[in-house]
């Protein structure tokens, strides 16, 4: 390391994740329809008799190697695009957030992507600040990230509690050095859950510390070599950073906030708008599959599907038991069967919440990505589709019991006692005591 200054290993290794990606050639990054894999039997009948008269079959969709894009997977693998008469749909890996956000502003038409598995809130700030339109159409999973540290950090016991964390950032920039903190992308989730929890231990994520983008299956990489020392990401590359005894986990993000929000499906709202049988046939595929992925009988299968070399290129075994909710922390803490665990349905964890959105985006406020003016409601209004979500639901017949009536989800509780009510986002920006605005 001694050529190559930290910032520039990060996107060097994002460079060469990309690279071997072209190696690879695009079949490693575009899904088959399952025929190679026997394990990826059709989940179900190939038509269905409720499927809509789709405009289009075609459609191009990303994701990241991330087990939350799980729901995405499976459709393709188990056929539901297929059932529903979306049978030319492509499920395309991406290196990273910001690269699934440009391929999202060129569209299909012009080489990139229609949708994608995404952060929350990414198809806000590109509605607001990149000015291209989008809807978010369902939640894709509650739950299932992860602060992880490097081992230096277990004999000041840095868990749920980040004030341990705080003279070690004190003696860090009395050094001239910073403690670096790895994220996915500025603004998104991972960004939100570590500056919450840093905050909450009375430590400023702008002043005290230095949070740097990585792309997720680099964060483990960044650990090894210490151009980090710590990271917040999806599984499974807290598990790996565990297998691999290079760090720990020193929270899971359930426990900062009990079912929390966390991926989205989301569209361009032009596709989507020309496209609009297309997009509910999408939609039911993904829904189905998020049903699929929620029992407990599916997690072995999903997960050696999800490891393979054109999605993860991980070890099933890095996987499958915090899928399950089996969480070897790494510092001696275990959990079996632990309620934070990845949830796709169960919980409403589908549904997409306005007031949950009105949370990401109070958040963003928070941290200067969003101006304060920002007409909060108005554009959760604009961009979540709960409508459509709520159609999808009913034609694949998802019960009346498991399809919620309200858009809120109503005053939310952190780890740390503070409450979030959505109908006064303000009195909650106002009650933070560190915040950018």
């Not at 990489?221 to 760090?247: H, R």
Request: aromatic letters at 8%; proline letters at 5%; hydrophobic letters at 40%.
């Amino acid at each position: 390391m001694t050529n190559l200054s930290r910032r520039k290993f990060i996107f060097t290794t994002g460079a060469a994740a990309a690279a071997s990606i072209v190696a690879h050639g695009c079949s490693s990054n575009t899904a088959s329809n399952g025929g190679n894999n026997p394990s990826a039997a059709p989940v179900a009948n190939v038509t269905s008799a409720n499927a809509p008269k789709v405009e289009t079959t075609k459609a191009k969709l990303g994701f990241i190697a991330l087990t939350d894009s799980a729901p995405l997977i499976i459709a393709k693998e188990k056929g539901l695009f297929a059932k529903y008469g979306m049978t030319d749909v492509e499920v395309i890996k991406q290196k990273s957030w910001p690269v699934t956000r440009d391929n999202l502003k060129i569209g299909s038409a012009g080489g990139g992507i229609d949708g994608a598995h995404i952060l929350s809130p990414m198809p806000y700030l590109m509605t607001i600040n990149d000015k291209v339109p989008m809807y978010l159409l369902a939640r894709l999973n509650t739950n299932g990230q992860a602060i992880s540290v490097a081992n230096k950090f277990k004999e000041l016991k840095v868990n749920l509690e980040s004030k341990a964390l705080k003279e070690a950032a004190t003696k860090a920039k009395a050094d001239k050095k910073s403690l670096k903190a790895g994220i996915t992308f500025p603004g998104g989730t991972h960004d939100l859950w570590m500056r919450y929890w840093l905050a909450a231990g009375g430590i400023n994520p702008d002043q005290d510390m230095v949070l740097e983008p990585v792309p997720p299956p680099q964060m483990v990489a960044n650990m090894k070599v210490n151009t980090i020392d710590a990271f917040c990401v999806g599984e499974p590359w807290n598990a790996q950073l565990v297998s691999q005894k290079l760090g720990y986990s020193a929270l899971v993000t359930g426990e900062l906030w009990k079912d929390h929000p966390e991926k989205a499906f989301a569209m361009r709202q032009d596709w989507v708008d020309k496209n609009p049988n297309a997009a509910q046939a999408i939609l039911m595929a993904i829904l189905e599959a998020q049903q699929w992925c929620d029992k407990l009988e599916n997690k072995e299968e999903m997960c050696k599907i999800c490891s393979d070399r054109k999605y993860f290129n991980v070890a099933a075994a890095d996987i499958i038991e915090r899928a399950k909710g089996n969480i070897d922390f790494g510092d001696g803490r275990t959990e079996k069967e632990f309620p934070y665990r990845m949830k796709f349905w169960a919980d409403n964890a589908s549904y997409p919440y306005k007031s949950h959105d009105i949370w990401f985006l109070t958040e963003d406020i928070r941290w200067g990505y969003l101006p304060k003016d920002t007409k909060v409601k108005e554009i959760v209004d604009q961009v979540n589709k709960e409508d459509l979500w709520k159609k999808a639901a009913k034609a694949i017949g998802v019960p009346d019991s498991q399809i919620p009536t309200s858009s809120s989800r109503g005053v939310e509780t952190f780890f740390d006692g503070v409450k979030f009510d959505p109908e006064k986002p303000e009195e909650y920006l106002q009650s933070l005591k560190i915040k950018k605005v």
